[in-house]
């Protein structure tokens, strides 16, 4: 079944990009249930506080999605890549705009482990690990991308792999070196 929903998925992303308003109602049923787990995983790292509810966080990527510049959706998988990090960047730029303080003290450490990042779900944290991405997506743009998918939207290394038009095991090794680097990155932040 996941077959057969993947390739429709597919089919309705292919014609939203050649300009099919019809495929991306069509689409939205179908996706909606995956974007929302997706927008769960990442509201379960946020503070208890937050303002910010899973729906709110589904509808303005969707908004990111449907108003951005056409996209040439390859597949289900290139769409759930592109979907998380429309919601990275929504969730990275609502901490920022709550803390206002200047890059330093406030860092505080944060673990990366191969399954969570286990957060305290602070926003100075978020942050962190958004500017670490942004420093290993200019040393490695593809390495950035297989964290981002992974951790946050939540791919295997097939999926991946597919999005990135590479090997499975190229898809591992940069995953094992991306969370090496991110760790030693974000410990020397805290330090």
Avoid: C
């Avoid at 779900?121 to 991308?145: C, F, P, T």
């Avoid at 090997?167 to 410990?187: I, M, Q, Y």
């Amino acid at each position: 079944m996941l077959d057969n929903s993947s390739h429709q998925i597919t089919l309705l992303l292919t014609n939203w990009s050649k300009g099919d308003e019809f495929a991306l109602e069509q689409l939205m049923p179908l996706v909606y249930d995956e974007l929302r787990q997706m927008a769960a995983r990442y509201m379960s790292r946020q503070p208890s506080g937050h303002t910010f509810q899973t729906t709110e966080l589904i509808h303005e990527a969707y908004l990111k999605l449907a108003d951005g510049k056409e996209q040439n959706w390859q597949n289900r998988a290139h769409f759930f890549g592109v979907a998380a990090k429309a919601m990275r960047h929504i969730l990275v730029d609502y901490a920022r705009s709550k803390h206002s303080q200047k890059r330093g003290g406030w860092q505080e450490r944060v673990t990366f482990t191969e399954d969570d990042l286990a957060t305290n779900g602070r926003s100075e944290e978020i942050v962190a690990l958004d500017d670490a991405l942004n420093q290993l997506a200019v040393l490695d743009e593809r390495k950035s991308r297989v964290v981002e998918m992974k951790f946050f939207a939540g791919l295997n290394v097939e999926e991946i792999s597919e999005v990135l038009k590479t090997s499975p095991e190229t898809v591992k090794r940069d995953w094992r070196f991306a969370r090496t680097w991110l760790l030693r990155e974000l410990s020397a932040q805290s330090e």
